[in-house]
Nanobody, 113 residues
Framework: QVQLVESGGGLVQAGGSLRLSCAASGRSFSNYAMSWFRQAPGKEREFVAG????????NYADSVKGRFTISRENAKNTVYLQMNSLKPEDTAVYYC??????WGQGIQVTVSS
């Protein structure tokens, strides 16, 4: 059974940093791209960042470019999201996704002003 489990969320002040992790189990995803999405209250879920299978290619939403960094460790079947210079508008539930099919349960990130 495939499971994606996010960790590392929490409450942080504006300008602070958090590092999210998403650990996959049940099968290897080393041959697949992985992504982070987020959903703020009352808004649709939106793409945040994506990374290729090898990790050599990444892409970001304009709203986080230059502040967030996605990375992965295929040996650990884990993808990360380093979030710096956080803003109140980054407050959302963050989800990891793989194969356009599997989603984590989500983790809350709250940025106070």
């Amino acid at each position: 059974q495939v499971q994606l489990v996010e960790s590392g969320g929490g409450l942080v002040q504006a300008g602070g940093s958090l590092r999210l992790s998403c650990a996959a189990s049940g099968r290897s995803f080393s041959n697949y791209a992985m992504s982070w999405f987020r959903q703020a209250p009352g808004k649709e879920r939106e793409f945040v960042a994506g990374i290729s299978a090898s990790g050599s290619s990444t892409n970001y939403a304009d709203s986080v470019k230059g502040r967030f960094t996605i990375s992965r460790e295929n040996a650990k079947n884990t993808v990360y999201l380093q979030m710096n210079s956080l803003k109140p508008e980054d407050t959302a539930v963050y989800y990891c996704r793989v194969m356009n099919t599997y989603w984590g349960q989500g983790i809350q990130v709250t940025v106070s002003s």
